[in-house]
Nanobody, 119 residues
């Protein structure tokens, strides 16, 4: 098992930047694929970005590609999401998620951190 705690959410103006961080417990952090999801009010949770175990491969939702960057530091058990050029439609609760490398689904989730982008 792994426990995830997000931080860094807040209120920013459109066009601004925000950096989210996720800290994981445990000693096998590098065994997990890490990802960020988000959920806006009344909407389904959606995929934002993911990063491979070694950090050598990343995937992004089309809506954030070119604006967001996911990274990880396995020595510190952290994964970050750098969010630039924020838009009001980025407003959501952002969740850090993890899945063991052989798992089909993301089984571990953080509590979420709110991101509000004002126009």
């Amino acid at each position: 098992q792994v426990q995830l705690v997000e931080s860094g959410g807040g209120l920013v103006q459109a066009g601004g930047s925000l950096r989210l961080s996720c800290t994981a417990s445990g000693r096998t952090f590098s065994s997990y694929v890490m990802a960020w999801f988000r959920q806006a009010p009344g909407k389904e949770r959606e995929f934002v970005a993911a990063i491979s175990r070694r950090g050598d491969n990343t995937d992004y939702a089309g809506s954030v590609k070119g604006r967001f960057t996911i990274s990880r530091d396995n020595a510190k058990n952290t994964v970050d999401l750098q969010m630039n050029s924020l838009k009001p439609e980025d407003t959501a609760v952002y969740y850090c998620a993890a899945k063991y490398y052989y798992a089909a689904d993301y089984d571990y989730w953080g509590q979420g951190t709110h991101v509000t982008v004002s126009v």
